[in-house]
């Protein structure tokens, strides 16, 4: 089954701004989904259509099945939306903000409690539940948002930017608070900025950018298309000399003491290491220079510009 | 959803919680939102009623004070009511928690018939705090009580729903003030509050008859002394007409989505 589904969906603002340009989208029951794009890709307006803050201009949405301009209601029911802006009345308290999204959604007022009580206390916003919004920090504002969109217990949880302005802490716990919901079962759409989050909790990721999918797959496999990776390696003592002749794609020092090795898929980092050793050259530490889906995000996106900018 | 509810029950559950989120906003707000009403009439009675009144004497047989005692009530429910949704309504708006109620399976009606129903809420509180203030200075006599009650309804959702499209329509706090100023005072002013519109010079008598609170105001006082300026059956008529032409209005004005879908 299908947690949610989009053809052919297009957005033309009224100020003439196409931001959609035929969006094809298919996420699978029980998915963890990232969506990710640059800024102004449409990913906000495509959340948007799906949960009827924006108008579309051509298209259909089908969530779990259900045509959403066939039984709009239905369809809304099974989704939870954590907006990318903050969307709440700031001069209430949490705890009547969410038990009175918890009503809007049909939920009696004795369960609407219970059940607000359950989510301000996972998001630890329990202490808080008294206070006006206003006076929440900006990260407890977003887990305040999150508590909302959980409080029907959805089966389609949308996050547009969750973890923007949460700290690093709190952003750890978040992810394995929504690894624990997706694992009982909720389909998990989440937008973000951070790709480091896309690639440790997806397990499908759209590349969406300028209006149009500039890619869809599995995790793993849109990793291993990545061609070569680029490796920063630390070393004891300052190189002096050339760097030494090395099984790579290409080496260069960024400072003395740093080294920068380009790997293809073909080569391997023993022999790299086996080569560095025989030169007396010695690695105290090693890391990625930029995180894997951030190397092909760049390339993907950055390609379309030059291409879009010479057409 | 896995409660083994009806939708219809699900859908009452919402409404009910519009309600209480309006309800609980006029009372976290009391300052702006039952005081002020409450202020204004008492000076109205010690002034109109009591210092000038006196020199009024009485109008078509009943004393000045009681004569304007229905007119000041419904213009206090006239003013909330219309005050309520289009700040409540246009705060939402402004402050984007009216996505709160979009994303929700909550059909338009509800959404709607939630706004007004908070403006009925705070018409009626309003409403009941002026009266409590008249019977501090006159008394009240109810010859018609279920006509009391109706135009006092109806006048509330007229007025609601006014606001509501107000609302709809405005982009700026301004544009929210505007109506209410230059339109609905003077129309208050000139429905018959004051005065009977027997004082008046036959052509300002005709055009009285365009202004609608004209014939709110007396059909409750009709309920009060069984003396109206209008018909009252045709009053009615006509309110219920205003309301069903409003309502469809606003309906489709937030199916569509104008001013708060983009
Ligand atoms: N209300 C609006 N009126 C006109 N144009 C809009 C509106 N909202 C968004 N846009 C435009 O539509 C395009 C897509 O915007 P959208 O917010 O969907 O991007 P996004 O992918 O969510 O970006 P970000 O990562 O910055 O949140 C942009 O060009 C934006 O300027
Ligand atoms: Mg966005």
């Given at each position: 089954m299908l947690a949610l589904s989009l053809r052919g969906l297009t957005k033309t603002y009224q100020n003439g701004t196409q931001a959609l340009k035929g969006i094809d989208l298919d996420?699978?029951?029980?998915?963890?989904?990232?969506?990710?794009?640059?800024?102004?890709?449409?990913?906000?307006?495509?959340?948007?259509?799906?949960?009827?803050?924006?108008?579309?201009?051509?298209?259909?949405?089908?969530?779990?099945?259900i045509d959403a301009d066939h039984d709009l209601e239905a369809a809304k029911s099974c989704i939870g939306l954590v907006p990318q802006e903050f969307n709440f009345n700031m001069f209430e308290s949490p705890e009547s903000i969410v038990a009175n999204q918890a009503g809007f959604y049909g939920i009696p007022r004795a369960l609407a409690r219970e059940r607000t009580e359950k989510y301000l206390r996972k998001l630890q916003l329990w202490d808080k539940r008294k206070v006006m919004a206003r006076s929440l920090s900006g990260g407890m504002k977003r887990r305040l948002m999150i508590a909302r969109a959980l409080v029907h217990e959805p089966r389609l949880l949308i996050l547009d930017e969750p973890t923007a302005g949460v700290d690093i802490e709190i952003r750890r716990s978040m992810w394995e608070f929504l690894r624990e919901i997706n694992e009982a079962g909720t389909t998990i759409i989440l937008t973000t900025h951070y790709l480091e989050e896309a690639e440790s909790l997806c397990r499908h990721i759209a590349i969406i950018d300028k209006g149009r999918i500039a890619m869809h797959d599995r995790m793993q496999d849109v990793l291993r298309r990545l061609h070569s990776e680029t490796f920063v390696l630390n070393l004891r003592t300052p190189l002096s000399g050339a760097v030494p002749v090395l099984p790579v794609a290409s080496a260069e020092l960024a400072d003395p003491s740093t080294l920068e090795v380009e790997l293809t898929q073909h080569q391997d980092l023993n022999a790299v290491f086996a080569a560095l050793t025989a030169a007396d050259i010695h690695v105290v530490s090693m890391r990625n220079k930029v995180n894997r889906l951030e190397e092909l995000f760049m390339r993907l996106v950055g390609q379309e510009e030059t291409t879009g900018s010479a057409a | 959803m896995n409660l083994g509810k009806s939708r219809a029950s699900r859908t009452f559950i919402g409404f009910l919680t519009i309600l209480r989120r309006e309800y609980g906003r006029i009372i976290r707000i009391w300052g702006q939102t039952l005081v002020p009403p409450a202020m204004t009439s008492t000076l109205y009675f010690i002034i109109f009623g009591g210092l000038i009144g006196q020199r009024v004497g009485a109008f078509d047989?009943?004393?000045?004070?009681?004569?304007?005692?229905?007119?000041?009530?419904?213009?206090?429910?006239?003013?909330?009511?219309?005050?309520?949704?289009?700040?409540?309504?246009?705060?939402?708006?402004?402050?984007?928690?009216?996505?709160?109620?979009?994303?929700?399976?909550?059909?338009?009606?509800?959404?709607?018939?939630?706004?007004?129903?908070?403006?009925?809420?705070?018409?009626?509180?309003?409403?009941?705090?002026?009266?409590?203030?008249?019977?501090?200075?006159?008394?009240?006599?109810?010859?018609?009580?279920?006509?009391?009650?109706?135009?006092?309804?109806?006048?509330?959702?007229?007025?609601?729903?006014?606001?509501?499209?107000?609302?709809?329509?405005?982009?700026?706090?301004?544009?929210?003030?505007?109506?209410?100023?230059?339109?609905?005072?003077?129309?208050?002013?000139?429905?018959?509050?004051?005065?009977?519109?027997?004082?008046?010079?036959?052509?300002?008598?005709?055009?009285?008859?365009?202004?609608?609170?004209?014939?709110?105001?007396?059909?409750?006082?009709?309920?009060?002394?069984?003396?109206?300026?209008?018909?009252?059956g045709t009053a009615f008529a006509l309110m219920l007409a205003t309301v069903a032409g409003l309502y469809v209005l606003a309906y489709v004005l937030l199916k569509r989505g104008t001013g708060i879908r983009d």
């Open positions: 996420v699978a029951e029980g998915d963890f989904f990232a969506l990710l794009g640059p800024n102004g890709a449409g990913k906000t307006t495509s959340i948007g259509i799906v949960t009827s803050l924006v108008n579309k201009t051509a298209g259909s949405v089908k969530v779990f099945g | 047989g009943i004393p000045y004070m009681e004569f304007i005692a229905p007119g000041l009530i419904m213009q206090a429910v006239i003013t909330t009511s219309y005050g309520n949704v289009v700040s409540s309504f246009f705060g939402a708006k402004f402050g984007k928690h009216i996505e709160e109620l979009l994303v929700s399976p909550l059909p338009p009606s509800v959404i709607l018939l939630g706004y007004v129903g908070g403006g009925l809420i705070r018409g009626f509180l309003v409403g009941g705090l002026v009266t409590i203030v008249t019977l501090l200075f006159t008394h009240l006599h109810v010859d018609h009580p279920f006509l009391v009650l109706a135009s006092v309804v109806l006048t509330s959702i007229t007025f609601a729903l006014g606001g509501f499209i107000n609302a709809v329509f405005a982009k700026t706090f301004d544009q929210i003030n505007w109506f209410p100023t230059f339109v609905l005072t003077p129309l208050t002013y000139f429905g018959g509050v004051f005065y009977s519109i027997s004082v008046l010079p036959d052509w300002a008598q005709h055009l009285s008859h365009a202004n609608p609170v004209l014939y709110m105001v007396n059909t409750f006082r009709y309920g009060f002394y069984s003396h109206s300026d209008v018909p009252v």
